[in-house]
């Protein structure tokens, strides 16, 4: 079953611009991650938040997570070319071995 | 620092015919995944290994067997193949509790005629 799932399903932007995706999910979380695949590769991990963290920064990315509306964003800001991927939120479920993946947002950032 | 590597990356075969799918890191992990990747579908666990020796249900096992061999290596079989396991298939691994990233191969696209 689907814990996660991102808004929006897809989303378009010009370089240089700010990409926010949404996260929500349904049960209580310990940690909430985030994963990018890029066209024909294997998931990379962006970042890891924990349940008792508000925000996390790396880079350009930006979490937020908000536990009482059980749900996360991702900021990139000032976007590239090649940040176009399909970015994905996963919660361990019930906090065992399973990660439950969303089925993604896809962006396109054009030059 | 190869990760996780993912053999092999494509493969066609007829409904009825058998296939492993093969996976090994190199990361000294305890945890390993295998994963399918449908269209819309997002990602959907198929078995995964908590340590060397043994193997759980994921969310759709149904028509797969694993193979954990040893610390390093799982394995994904279908015994016989049907056009529904058309699908990208990813193998992952993850050491330390659930607090840690996994990590993924690139894949292997599998196509069932």
């Known amino acids: 079953s689907q814990q996660g799932e991102e808004d929006p399903q897809a989303l378009s932007i010009q370089e240089g611009e700010n990409a926010t995706m949404n996260c929500s999910y349904k049960t209580s979380i310990n940690n909430l991650q985030w994963y990018r695949q890029n066209s024909g590769r294997g998931l990379v991990h962006l970042i890891l938040i924990r349940s008792n963290e508000r925000e996390k920064h790396s880079g350009r990315l930006r979490v937020t997570l908000d536990t009482s509306k059980k749900s996360s964003s991702l900021l990139i800001t000032a976007s590239r070319a090649a940040d176009t991927a399909s970015y994905f939120c996963?919660?361990?479920?019930?906090?065992?071995?399973?990660?439950?993946f969303g089925k993604g947002t896809k962006l396109t950032v054009n030059p | 620092n190869a990760g996780v590597t993912q053999t092999p990356k494509f493969q066609v075969l007829k409904t009825g015919q058998s296939m492993t799918l093969q996976c090994a890191q190199d990361m000294n992990h305890n945890s390993m995944y295998w994963y399918r990747q449908d269209p819309g579908m997002g990602l959907r666990l198929i078995y995964y290994s908590a340590s060397e020796g043994t193997t759980d249900k994921g969310e759709v096992p149904n028509g797969y067997n694993v193979s954990r061999l040893n610390k390093r290596e799982f394995s994904l079989r279908l015994e016989s193949a049907a056009p529904s396991q058309t699908s990208v298939y990813f193998c992952a691994s993850r050491g330390g509790g659930s607090n840690q990233p996994q990590h993924f191969g690139d894949g292997t696209r599998l196509s069932i005629l």
């Open positions: 996963a919660t361990p479920q019930g906090g065992s071995e399973k990660l439950v």
